[in-house]
């Protein structure tokens, strides 16, 4: 993205958006970056490029 990045990008969706609901799929998965997102608010993350619990994923972050 060319002015915020992810976690800017969550940071102000959330700020926004009351009860958004954002699942992160980034290749950029140091846990701290992982706990940082979902300390602002992503209800998962998921590593790039795995995708095969996509489904579940949100499945659990709808219900």
Do not use: W, Y
């Amino acid at each position: 993205m060319d002015d915020m990045d992810g976690v800017q990008t969550l940071r102000h969706l959330v700020h926004l958006f009351s009860g958004v609901k954002v699942i992160i799929c980034s290749s950029l998965a140091k846990s701290s970056s992982i706990q940082e997102c979902l300390s602002i608010g992503a209800k998962d993350f998921i590593i790039k490029p795995n995708f095969n619990n996509l489904v579940d994923v949100v499945d659990n972050v709808i219900n």
